[in-house]
């Protein structure tokens, strides 16, 4: 046995399991307490009735794209039920404060295994944890700048103009329905973009290979078109622009397990 496998026995052996419990319990409570704190932040009017809280202006900015297509035609957004925009407010400060705390949580996860790595380990899994929220705000991003402009346009492109005989058609968005196709988009989006570093863990840890992977790409690509219409809206548009950066990013995930691969093979020639 070696010197780090003796360290590392003594440094686990150094806690009992109740005091792992405990140490597990304080991580999730710090998270807990500061996703309160920011939904509560979120949530509350600092100036009293009539002034804007952050979940407003985390609001105007998710339907801002919507906003700059209606407001040449004249459009609005309503609400139908006398709690929807109450509800509305709480979504919108559930979703600030889960994308805030996020990184947190990532850095409780971390914090809680690192000591249970040896320090070749912690050093390789460091680039993953620090490429997770990166990808996830990059599929965010494609969502907000590329995707909702072109599938807006193309939904508002079957309103009609009224004429002698005909009503107008005309979209008058519900704010609850807005807001949960946006988050939807940009979870589905953000998660999927999370792909490489799912697949190069297992790889790391042995359960797949690059090989394996390249072998069932066919079936990788089908199912990234079924998880695209199942996660987007009914229009052709969104179901390819999310499908295709899966495809993309599985292909460059055949690459790095490669690299993986490579690595660990020279790593033992040299051992």
């Not at 058609?169 to 998660?191: K, N, Q």
């Not at 199912?223 to 695209?228: D, L, S």
């Not at 996660?231 to 292909?251: F, R």
Request: with cysteine; charged share 15%.
């Amino acid at each position: 046995m070696t010197e780090q496998d003796s360290q590392k026995e003594e440094d686990l052996g150094s806690m009992s399991l109740i005091e792992h419990l405990t140490e597990l319990r304080n991580r999730i409570g710090i998270v807990l307490i500061a996703f309160i704190i920011l939904f509560f932040l979120c949530f509350i009017r600092p100036f009293g009735e009539g002034s804007f809280n952050a979940a407003d202006f985390v609001y105007f900015w998710l339907q801002a794209p919507l906003a700059d297509i209606l407001a040449e035609r004249g459009g609005r957004m309503i609400f139908t039920g006398l709690h929807e925009g109450f509800f509305t407010q709480v979504k919108v400060a559930f979703f600030i404060s889960i994308s805030i705390t996020f990184p947190l949580i990532l850095l409780q996860v971390w914090r809680f295994v690192a000591p249970g790595l040896y320090k070749n380990e912690r050093s390789a899994f460091v680039p993953f944890f620090m490429a997770t929220p990166i990808l996830f705000v990059m599929g965010a991003a494609m969502v907000y700048y590329l995707v909702i402009p072109l599938a807006w346009d193309f939904f508002l492109s079957f309103e009609m103009v009224g004429g002698e005989g005909t009503l107008p058609i005309e979209v008058e968005p519900r704010i609850s329905e807005y807001l949960s196709l946006v988050m939807r988009l940009m979870f589905a989006f953000g998660v999927s973009f999370e792909l490489p570093v799912i697949l190069l863990l297992l790889t790391k840890a042995g359960i797949v290979t690059a090989s394996g992977l390249a072998r069932n790409r066919k079936y990788a690509i089908l199912i990234a078109f079924v998880a695209a219409a199942i996660l987007t809206p009914p229009d052709v548009i969104s179901q390819i622009m999310l499908a295709v950066p899966v495809i993309v990013l599985y292909e460059m995930s055949i690459i790095g397990a490669r690299l993986l691969n490579k690595n660990n093979e020279f790593k033992e020639t040299d051992d």
